[in-house]
Protein backbone atom coordinates (compact mmCIF):
# COMPACT_ATOMS: atom_id res chain seq x y z
CA UNK A 1 0.00 0.00 0.00
CA UNK A 2 1.18 3.75 -0.70
CA UNK A 3 2.42 6.15 1.90
CA UNK A 4 -0.92 8.16 0.55
CA UNK A 5 -2.75 5.17 0.88
CA UNK A 6 -2.09 4.55 4.10
CA UNK A 7 -2.37 7.98 5.79
CA UNK A 8 -5.86 7.72 4.13
CA UNK A 9 -6.92 4.16 5.72
CA UNK A 10 -5.37 5.83 8.80
CA UNK A 11 -7.51 8.97 8.95
CA UNK A 12 -10.84 6.98 8.17
CA UNK A 13 -9.53 4.69 10.97
CA UNK A 14 -9.35 7.82 13.22
CA UNK A 15 -12.96 9.18 12.02
CA UNK A 16 -14.54 6.06 12.56
CA UNK A 17 -12.77 5.60 16.32
CA UNK A 18 -13.46 8.85 16.84
CA UNK A 19 -17.59 8.73 15.79
CA UNK A 20 -17.65 5.63 17.80
CA UNK A 21 -16.46 6.99 20.91
CA UNK A 22 -18.49 9.79 20.67
CA UNK A 23 -21.54 7.73 20.04
CA UNK A 24 -20.41 5.72 23.25
CA UNK A 25 -20.00 8.84 25.37
CA UNK A 26 -23.20 10.15 24.83
CA UNK A 27 -24.60 6.55 25.68
CA UNK A 28 -22.59 6.45 28.85
CA UNK A 29 -24.18 10.04 29.85
CA UNK A 30 -27.26 10.19 28.44
CA UNK A 31 -29.02 6.99 30.39
CA UNK A 32 -26.90 7.69 33.80
CA UNK A 33 -29.84 10.06 34.91
CA UNK A 34 -32.26 7.45 34.18
CA UNK A 35 -30.60 5.01 35.96
CA UNK A 36 -30.14 7.18 38.93
CA UNK A 37 -33.61 7.34 38.60
CA UNK A 38 -34.92 4.08 38.55
CA UNK A 39 -33.57 1.25 35.96
CA UNK A 40 -30.57 0.09 39.05
CA UNK A 41 -33.53 0.46 41.46
CA UNK A 42 -36.22 -1.61 39.29
CA UNK A 43 -33.91 -4.36 39.19
CA UNK A 44 -33.32 -4.40 42.92
CA UNK A 45 -36.87 -4.28 43.83
CA UNK A 46 -37.44 -7.74 42.23
CA UNK A 47 -34.59 -9.31 43.60
CA UNK A 48 -35.12 -7.85 47.36
CA UNK A 49 -39.17 -7.75 47.72
CA UNK A 50 -40.43 -9.51 44.28
CA UNK A 51 -43.46 -8.31 43.12
CA UNK A 52 -44.85 -6.99 46.57
CA UNK A 53 -46.26 -3.53 46.04
CA UNK A 54 -44.63 -0.94 47.93
CA UNK A 55 -46.06 2.53 48.92
CA UNK A 56 -44.88 5.72 49.43
CA UNK A 57 -43.86 6.21 52.54
CA UNK A 58 -43.72 10.15 52.90
CA UNK A 59 -45.57 11.58 55.46
CA UNK A 60 -44.52 8.10 57.74
CA UNK A 61 -40.71 7.55 57.24
CA UNK A 62 -38.00 9.82 57.00
CA UNK A 63 -34.36 9.22 55.89
CA UNK A 64 -31.69 11.48 55.86
CA UNK A 65 -28.27 12.03 54.53
CA UNK A 66 -25.72 14.38 53.59
CA UNK A 67 -26.07 15.50 49.94
CA UNK A 68 -22.53 15.26 48.98
CA UNK A 69 -20.61 13.54 52.10
CA UNK A 70 -17.37 14.85 53.43
CA UNK A 71 -16.00 10.69 53.81
CA UNK A 72 -17.66 8.10 51.58
CA UNK A 73 -16.26 5.44 53.71
CA UNK A 74 -18.28 6.67 56.49
CA UNK A 75 -22.14 8.57 55.33
CA UNK A 76 -24.17 8.80 58.19
CA UNK A 77 -27.60 8.07 57.54
CA UNK A 78 -30.84 8.31 59.94
CA UNK A 79 -34.25 6.52 59.29
CA UNK A 80 -37.44 7.14 61.27
CA UNK A 81 -40.48 5.60 61.00
CA UNK A 82 -43.85 7.05 62.46
CA UNK A 83 -46.92 4.46 61.39
CA UNK A 84 -50.32 5.05 61.85
CA UNK A 85 -52.15 4.21 64.80
CA UNK A 86 -52.63 0.19 64.35
CA UNK A 87 -49.42 -0.48 62.66
CA UNK A 88 -46.62 -1.30 64.06
CA UNK A 89 -42.85 -1.73 62.63
CA UNK A 90 -41.85 -5.19 62.01
CA UNK A 91 -38.88 -4.37 59.76
CA UNK A 92 -36.54 -1.59 57.50
CA UNK A 93 -34.07 -2.60 55.37
CA UNK A 94 -31.35 0.01 53.99
CA UNK A 95 -30.35 -0.28 50.34
CA UNK A 96 -27.53 1.77 48.63
CA UNK A 97 -28.67 1.00 44.88
CA UNK A 98 -25.39 1.31 42.96
CA UNK A 99 -23.19 -0.34 45.69
CA UNK A 100 -21.85 -3.69 44.85
CA UNK A 101 -23.98 -4.76 48.13
CA UNK A 102 -26.65 -2.86 47.74
CA UNK A 103 -28.69 -4.40 50.70
CA UNK A 104 -26.56 -2.42 53.55
CA UNK A 105 -28.34 -3.61 56.18
CA UNK A 106 -31.85 -5.62 57.51
CA UNK A 107 -33.09 -4.73 60.86
CA UNK A 108 -36.01 -7.00 62.42
CA UNK A 109 -38.15 -5.60 65.30
CA UNK A 110 -39.59 -7.45 68.11
CA UNK A 111 -42.67 -6.08 70.37
CA UNK A 112 -45.12 -3.91 68.80
CA UNK A 113 -43.55 -0.50 68.03
CA UNK A 114 -45.54 2.12 66.07
CA UNK A 115 -42.11 4.83 66.15
CA UNK A 116 -39.11 3.28 65.24
CA UNK A 117 -35.47 5.64 64.90
CA UNK A 118 -32.09 3.80 63.50
CA UNK A 119 -29.15 5.66 62.66
CA UNK A 120 -25.91 4.10 60.85
CA UNK A 121 -22.82 4.77 58.31
CA UNK A 122 -22.37 3.38 55.04
CA UNK A 123 -19.96 2.96 52.33
CA UNK A 124 -20.84 5.05 49.16
CA UNK A 125 -19.02 2.95 46.25
CA UNK A 126 -20.38 6.23 43.34
CA UNK A 127 -23.12 8.13 43.13
CA UNK A 128 -26.75 6.78 44.42
CA UNK A 129 -29.99 6.76 46.34
CA UNK A 130 -30.58 5.67 49.32
CA UNK A 131 -33.51 3.68 50.44
CA UNK A 132 -35.46 2.90 53.71
CA UNK A 133 -38.53 0.44 52.73
CA UNK A 134 -40.46 -0.26 56.21
CA UNK A 135 -42.53 -3.68 56.57
CA UNK A 136 -45.36 -3.18 58.65
CA UNK A 137 -46.96 -6.12 60.73
CA UNK A 138 -49.69 -6.33 57.97
CA UNK A 139 -46.90 -7.22 55.50
CA UNK A 140 -47.17 -3.65 53.72
CA UNK A 141 -44.16 -2.06 52.35
CA UNK A 142 -43.47 1.64 52.50
CA UNK A 143 -40.46 3.48 51.03
CA UNK A 144 -39.14 6.78 50.98
CA UNK A 145 -35.33 7.88 49.42
CA UNK A 146 -32.44 10.07 48.74
CA UNK A 147 -30.02 10.92 46.21
CA UNK A 148 -26.29 11.21 47.56
CA UNK A 149 -23.62 12.72 45.37
CA UNK A 150 -19.95 11.53 45.10
CA UNK A 151 -17.56 14.01 44.45
CA UNK A 152 -15.04 11.93 43.22
CA UNK A 153 -11.50 9.88 44.22
CA UNK A 154 -11.24 6.32 45.36
CA UNK A 155 -14.79 4.43 45.78
CA UNK A 156 -15.10 3.29 49.18
CA UNK A 157 -15.68 -0.35 49.04
CA UNK A 158 -12.27 -0.54 47.63
CA UNK A 159 -10.57 1.74 49.86
CA UNK A 160 -8.04 0.10 52.44
CA UNK A 161 -8.94 -0.21 56.16
CA UNK A 162 -8.05 2.54 58.17
CA UNK A 163 -5.45 1.52 61.69
CA UNK A 164 -2.50 -0.88 62.09
CA UNK A 165 -3.65 -4.41 60.92
CA UNK A 166 -2.71 -5.72 64.44
CA UNK A 167 -4.53 -3.31 66.61
CA UNK A 168 -7.69 -3.84 64.26
CA UNK A 169 -7.01 -7.92 65.20
CA UNK A 170 -6.74 -7.01 68.94
CA UNK A 171 -9.86 -4.71 68.93
CA UNK A 172 -12.11 -6.52 67.13
CA UNK A 173 -15.50 -7.30 68.70
CA UNK A 174 -15.33 -4.55 71.03
CA UNK A 175 -18.54 -2.77 71.87
CA UNK A 176 -19.35 0.64 73.66
CA UNK A 177 -22.74 1.86 74.60
CA UNK A 178 -23.51 5.57 75.29
CA UNK A 179 -26.73 7.37 75.61
CA UNK A 180 -27.39 9.62 72.18
CA UNK A 181 -29.66 12.69 71.31
CA UNK A 182 -33.46 11.23 70.25
CA UNK A 183 -33.34 13.30 66.58
CA UNK A 184 -37.10 12.64 66.92
CA UNK A 185 -38.63 12.51 70.00
CA UNK A 186 -40.21 9.39 70.26
CA UNK A 187 -41.82 8.53 73.91
CA UNK A 188 -41.50 9.43 77.38
CA UNK A 189 -40.15 6.47 78.36
CA UNK A 190 -37.93 5.48 75.28
CA UNK A 191 -34.17 6.13 75.42
CA UNK A 192 -32.17 6.87 72.53
CA UNK A 193 -28.94 4.49 72.49
CA UNK A 194 -25.39 4.47 70.11
CA UNK A 195 -23.64 1.12 69.91
CA UNK A 196 -19.97 1.44 68.51
CA UNK A 197 -18.91 -1.42 67.33
CA UNK A 198 -14.88 -2.36 66.39
CA UNK A 199 -15.07 -4.71 63.20
CA UNK A 200 -13.36 -3.87 60.04
CA UNK A 201 -16.36 -5.19 57.85
CA UNK A 202 -14.06 -5.90 55.20
CA UNK A 203 -15.42 -5.81 51.70
CA UNK A 204 -12.94 -7.94 49.89
CA UNK A 205 -12.62 -5.65 47.37
CA UNK A 206 -9.29 -3.43 49.55
CA UNK A 207 -5.72 -3.93 48.46
CA UNK A 208 -3.77 -5.03 51.61
CA UNK A 209 -0.77 -1.92 51.01
CA UNK A 210 1.78 -4.12 51.72
CA UNK A 211 0.65 -7.22 50.20
CA UNK A 212 -0.60 -6.08 47.63
CA UNK A 213 -3.40 -8.94 47.55
CA UNK A 214 -6.52 -8.34 48.57
CA UNK A 215 -7.74 -8.54 51.99
CA UNK A 216 -10.53 -11.16 52.07
CA UNK A 217 -14.24 -10.49 53.08
CA UNK A 218 -15.26 -10.44 56.52
CA UNK A 219 -18.50 -8.59 57.81
CA UNK A 220 -21.01 -8.07 60.48
CA UNK A 221 -23.61 -10.50 59.58
CA UNK A 222 -25.58 -10.95 62.18
CA UNK A 223 -26.12 -8.40 65.15
CA UNK A 224 -29.15 -9.18 67.55
CA UNK A 225 -29.84 -6.72 71.01
CA UNK A 226 -32.30 -7.54 73.51
CA UNK A 227 -33.79 -6.10 76.61
CA UNK A 228 -34.14 -8.79 79.43
CA UNK A 229 -35.89 -11.70 77.21
CA UNK A 230 -37.66 -9.07 74.63
CA UNK A 231 -35.23 -8.60 71.41
CA UNK A 232 -35.12 -5.20 70.63
CA UNK A 233 -34.34 -5.51 67.00
CA UNK A 234 -32.29 -8.22 64.73
CA UNK A 235 -29.97 -6.73 61.92
CA UNK A 236 -28.71 -8.88 59.04
CA UNK A 237 -25.19 -6.34 57.70
CA UNK A 238 -23.10 -6.50 54.65
CA UNK A 239 -19.99 -5.12 53.46
CA UNK A 240 -21.49 -1.59 52.97
CA UNK A 241 -22.41 -1.08 56.71
CA UNK A 242 -19.12 1.46 57.55
CA UNK A 243 -15.32 -0.04 59.07
CA UNK A 244 -16.36 0.21 63.04
CA UNK A 245 -19.71 0.34 62.33
CA UNK A 246 -22.00 2.70 64.74
CA UNK A 247 -26.34 1.69 65.47
CA UNK A 248 -28.35 4.15 66.66
CA UNK A 249 -31.65 2.66 68.26
CA UNK A 250 -34.14 3.49 70.27
CA UNK A 251 -34.45 1.35 73.22
CA UNK A 252 -38.28 1.12 74.50
CA UNK A 253 -38.88 1.55 78.22
CA UNK A 254 -40.05 1.65 80.85
CA UNK A 255 -37.28 -0.24 83.46
CA UNK A 256 -34.07 -0.81 84.64
CA UNK A 257 -32.11 -3.79 83.03
CA UNK A 258 -29.15 -5.12 81.09
CA UNK A 259 -28.91 -4.85 77.47
CA UNK A 260 -28.12 -7.77 75.71
CA UNK A 261 -25.83 -7.89 72.29
CA UNK A 262 -24.79 -10.57 70.53
CA UNK A 263 -22.77 -10.08 67.09
CA UNK A 264 -21.36 -12.22 64.65
CA UNK A 265 -19.25 -12.24 61.75
CA UNK A 266 -18.80 -13.76 57.91
CA UNK A 267 -16.05 -15.77 59.45
CA UNK A 268 -18.09 -17.70 62.58
CA UNK A 269 -16.93 -15.58 65.03
CA UNK A 270 -19.21 -14.59 67.99
CA UNK A 271 -18.91 -11.81 70.47
CA UNK A 272 -21.48 -11.03 73.18
CA UNK A 273 -21.30 -8.15 75.80
CA UNK A 274 -23.90 -6.95 78.52
CA UNK A 275 -24.36 -3.52 78.78
CA UNK A 276 -26.55 -1.87 81.77
CA UNK A 277 -29.65 0.46 80.85
CA UNK A 278 -32.39 2.58 82.32
CA UNK A 279 -35.25 4.92 82.17
CA UNK A 280 -34.33 7.99 79.72
CA UNK A 281 -33.14 10.98 82.20
Given amino acids: ?29 LPTASAVAGSTWN ?12 EDGAGQIAIKAPYRPDDVRAVPISIDARLPQGRSVRKVTLIVDENPSPVAAAFEFGGSRANVGLATKVRLNQESYIRAVVEDDQGR ?55 DIRHPNHSGMALDQMTLLYIPLRVVSKLEVKK ?20 EFEVPGPGTEKLDVTMKDSDGAEWRHEFNVGPAS
Fill in 228 to 247: GDARVFAMTGSMTLSENPTI
Fill in 43 to 54: GLRNEVFGTRPI
Fill in 141 to 195: LSMVSTLVKFAGGQSACSAPPTGDPAEIAANMGKMKLAPAPAKVAATQIDQRVRL
Fill in 1 to 29: MSKANRLKANRTSWTAAAVAFGALAVTAL
